[in-house]
């Protein structure tokens, strides 16, 4: 399966701290580097090979976004297209030792972004109650919970979704990405 190209990636970034500034890049992955993060993030699903990722995106068009700081792998993000306008951000992590440092911020800008040009019009992602930095994330980012499956509490999976404006410039705040 072909990765899908854009040109807006690999760009270079500084974290917003006041004292402290890694380079981080963000750019494209291919699924066997996701495997390899994703087996480091200890609260996740087992996730053994990328066949398995292979199998759940099939056909469909896909972005994998992969964050670096000083040439170390710290976080991912993918997702796929369910239809030409609205986009699934399927899976996403961060190494314990980077959270708070703006990784997981970065790198759902650079989805936004390249997503929005690319025509979307909404993103969804669907997360759980186990993980509440995730659900606080997402709410101050702007996503609206739009559902609940699953009737177990921990388990159950939470729907949020985001307008994005057509134009490509996805703002945050008081910043324009």
Not at 52 to 71: N, P, S
Not at 119 to 143: D, E, Q, W
Not at 156 to 173: M, N
Request: glycine share 10%; aromatic share 12%; proline share 5%.
């Amino acid at each position: 399966m072909e990765q899908y190209e854009s040109q807006a990636l690999p760009y270079t970034i500084g974290a917003r701290y006041k004292f402290w500034r890694p380079k981080m890049i963000i750019r494209h992955t291919n699924f066997t580097e996701i495997v390899r993060l994703h087996q480091q993030i200890p609260e996740l699903f087992p996730l053994h090979d990328s066949a398995v990722l292979a199998e759940r995106i099939g056909d469909k068009r896909w972005i994998g976004l992969l964050a670096e700081i000083d040439g170390a792998t710290v976080g991912y993000h993918l997702g796929y297209w369910l239809n030409p306008t609205h986009f699934y951000f399927w899976l996403g992590g961060v190494l314990p030792a980077w959270r708070r440092h703006g990784v997981a911020s970065h790198l759902l800008d650079a989805l936004e972004q390249q997503t929005s040009r690319e025509g979307a019009h909404t993103l969804s992602v669907k997360s759980m109650n186990r993980y509440p930095g995730m659900l606080i994330f997402l709410i101050r980012r702007g996503y609206q919970i739009d559902g609940f499956c699953g009737a177990e509490a921990q388990n159950g999976k939470i729907h949020f979704t985001r307008r994005l404006p057509a134009s490509g410039s996805v703002q945050y705040g008081n910043n324009h990405y």
